[in-house]
Nanobody, 127 residues
Framework: QVQLVESGGGLVQAGGSLRLSCAASGRTFNTYAMVGWFRQAPGKEREFVAAIRWTAGNTYYADSVKGRFTISRYNAKNTVYLQMNSLKPEDTAVYYC???????????????????WGQGTQVTVSS
């Protein structure tokens, strides 16, 4: 049974930083795994934020976070991080971690490609 647990959310002022963590249990991320972060703001649809190919380390970002957010992994802990800098009020959302263990590498922004999801962590950025 795969479980993804997010942590690190909270309240921060605009311009501040937060680091989110996504720890996986039940199955180790493997060569073909893609781990992504998505977010859902109130009244909006869930959207892609960033993704990382587990072994190769290729990273992908939404245009809205490029240059401000960094996704990384720590193999030994089976954990993925999302470092968020220069936060803006529009970054306020529930952030979800998701995993696809047999990713082709091409559809990293598509939610339907991901088989496992965490429960989410709230990020609130005040102006």
């Amino acid at each position: 049974q795969v479980q993804l647990v997010e942590s690190g959310g909270g309240l921060v002022q605009a311009g501040g930083s937060l680091r989110l963590s996504c720890a996986a249990s039940g199955r180790t991320f493997n060569t073909y795994a893609m781990v992504g972060w998505f977010r859902q703001a109130p009244g909006k649809e869930r959207e892609f934020v960033a993704a990382i190919r587990w072994t190769a380390g290729n990273t992908y970002y939404a245009d809205s976070v490029k240059g401000r957010f960094t996704i990384s992994r720590y193999n030994a802990k089976n954990t993925v991080y999302l470092q968020m800098n220069s936060l803006k009020p529009e970054d306020t959302a529930v952030y979800y971690c998701a995993a696809d263990y047999l990713s082709s590498g091409a559809d990293y922004s598509r939610q339907s490609e991901y088989d496992y999801w965490g429960q989410g962590t709230q990020v609130t950025v005040s102006s």
